[in-house]
């Protein structure tokens, strides 16, 4: 086991053979086919399904969403616990599509590391610069897998270069690439001195590993025909030279990220980065609160909501929050306290995620992530502990940047609108504001595809067919300061004023204009484009 922060006490064993990760990338880099594929090795899945198969085959496990299933794209994050050789991974998949991004950056408060997938033809794309920017906020340690190396893909030191540049992030190449698209046969394990050679024609199958003595080993030639060797061997040479060479410290620091390369669909160096993030990925980490950190050795159980998911089981109208655990060992059935209303909760049906499958959680270790179904009682940012007043902090809440208003396609079931959208504000979907004047409700989202998801789950979820229309608001600013200012704010801006789902005041503005007149004539009051996720 590798030492992390050398000042990071010795976990329980139980706590240290837990990694818990996120996988983050632009839409369509394979990420969901590459979690799919770690389910199988974890022996959670029998077969793993594919996001572009047919029928049957096509229904990926992790994309629970009926919308989800029918386009192919994940638009929430789901979360799974498995297996693998000794660790525990928890792993979170994210959305990639820059839409749903807010779901993502929030997910990214609840992991120690992220797995970043590029595409090798792509390399590194808008979506993926961003949200390694959060990454680098968060000090988050970084693996990356380069996926699609069977289809025609870039010069692999190009790729390596273009992470360097554009990420400013050290790279090692922890294996090699030998050949790419149709010549593509396999990789070389540069930590070990293995050959792992693909197999194409079963996709369900694990590579074949090959043990070398070096590079000079006489095995390589008699498994690696002529024409790749020579150019190979060139540039693993180079590739030794230029390279910085593998530092687990500067891993776990943030500073250095170490690429895998290989074919999630073809099952193929999955198993080599499964083994890495074992190896180089960090243990359950401090997580940062008030009014005191919360280390994940401390005897007394901590947790956070860091994601709250209606209606996953359509037949029964329940929430899921989702919990990371911050410290101790949690037992199905424990009281712990809802910090936010100091009011106790017994959790007595905490599940345990496998794709869209659960099970009931009897315990759970820091660095686990659980769910806890409920009605309504735990929001995004609540912190559940064993009594202490502790408030995790850090989750964030995005100003929307497209507005629309929402009206039910029967008038009679306005009040069947709210309770959806109420939900919907809850678990962080959507921001939802109601108008001080006039009724109705403004609905508030990061990217236009939002209001699609909206529509279709309204409907789905609530039998009720709903239209968006355009507002004349083109983005919400949260208002605070003294009392007396605010209301005297309010006041004034009647027509701009609308309130949250959490009963927070909000400006709404048209132009930059409104946001600029306020600042130079409220100089007491603060418009700010994100709240923290308050419990």
């Not at 893909?153 to 149709?182: C, H, K, N």
């Not at 690696?224 to 190979?232: R, S």
Request: charged letters at 25%.
């Amino acid at each position: 086991m590798l030492d992390t922060a050398s000042n990071q006490p010795v976990l329980p064993p139980e706590i240290a053979r837990r990694r818990t990760f996120a996988i983050i990338s632009h839409p369509d880099a394979g990420k969901t086919t590459l979690t799919e594929k770690f389910l199988l090795y974890g022996g959670a899945i029998q077969m793993a399904g594919q996001v572009r198969a047919k029928g049957e085959a096509r229904r990926t496990r992790s994309d629970f969403m009926q919308m989800e299933k029918d386009r192919g794209i994940s638009v929430s994050a789901s979360a799974m616990s498995f297996d693998y050789d000794t660790f525990r991974f928890n792993l979170v998949d994210t959305p990639g599509h820059s839409d749903f991004s807010e779901d993502t950056y929030r997910t990214l408060t609840a992991v120690d590391a992220a797995v970043m997938v590029i595409d090798g033809a792509k390399g590194v794309e808008s979506q993926t610069q961003k949200l390694f920017e959060v990454c680098r906020l968060r000090d988050l340690p970084i693996l990356t897998f380069c996926n699609k190396m069977d289809r025609e893909s870039r010069d692999t030191f190009e790729i390596i270069d273009e992470i360097q540049e554009m990420l400013a992030i050290d790279v090692t190449p922890a294996a090699w690439p030998i050949g790419v698209g149709r010549d593509f046969i396999g990789c070389y394990d540069m930590l070990r001195d293995r050959l792992e050679l693909m197999d194409r024609a079963d996709r369900n199958k694990v590579a074949e590993s090959i043990e070398i003595n070096g590079l000079d080993d006489p095995k390589l030639a008699e498994h690696v025909p002529e024409h790749l060797l020579e150019k190979f061997l060139e540039e693993v040479e180079m590739a030794r030279e230029l390279l910085p060479a593998m530092d687990p410290q500067a891993v776990l620091e943030g500073h250095m990220t170490p690429i895998w390369f290989g074919s999630a669909i073809n099952s193929f160096g999955v198993k080599e980065l499964m083994e890495g993030i074992g190896a180089y990925g960090p243990q359950p980490q401090i997580q940062s609160a008030e009014p005191r950190q919360i280390a994940p050795d401390e005897k007394k159980v901590a947790g956070f909501v860091f994601k709250v998911q209606a209606n996953m089981d359509p037949k029964h109208r329940d929430r899921v929050a989702f919990v990371r655990m911050a410290s101790g060992h949690f037992k199905r059935g424990m009281k712990l306290t809802h910090v936010r209303s100091k009011k106790p909760m017994a959790i007595s049906n905490p599940v345990l995620f496998l794709a869209s499958d659960r099970e009931l959680a009897e315990e759970a270790w820091a660095g686990d992530i659980i769910g806890i179904p409920n009605h309504g009682q735990l929001r995004i940012g609540d912190t559940l502990t064993e009594g202490e007043a502790i408030r995790v902090t850090g989750i964030p809440s995005f100003a929307p940047e497209l507005l629309q208003t929402v009206r039910p396609g029967d008038p009679m079931k306005a009040k069947h609108l709210e309770k959806a959208l109420m939900q919907f504000a809850e678990e962080g979907a959507a921001k939802v504001f109601k108008p001080s004047i006039g009724s109705g409700f403004i609905v508030g989202v990061v990217g236009a595809l939002q209001f699609e998801v909206l529509a279709s789950r309204i409907e789905m979820e609530y039998g009720l067919p709903v239209r968006f229309e355009a507002s004349q608001f083109t983005s919400a600013r949260w208002v605070s300061g003294g009392k007396a200012e605010v209301e005297k704010f309010v006041e004034a801006n009647k027509q701009h004023i609308a309130h949250d789902h959490d009963g927070d005041i909000v400006y709404l503005t048209r132009l930059q204009w409104d946001i600029d007149r306020v600042v130079r004539d409220y100089p007491e009051l603060n418009l700010t484009a994100t709240k923290e996720m308050m419990a």
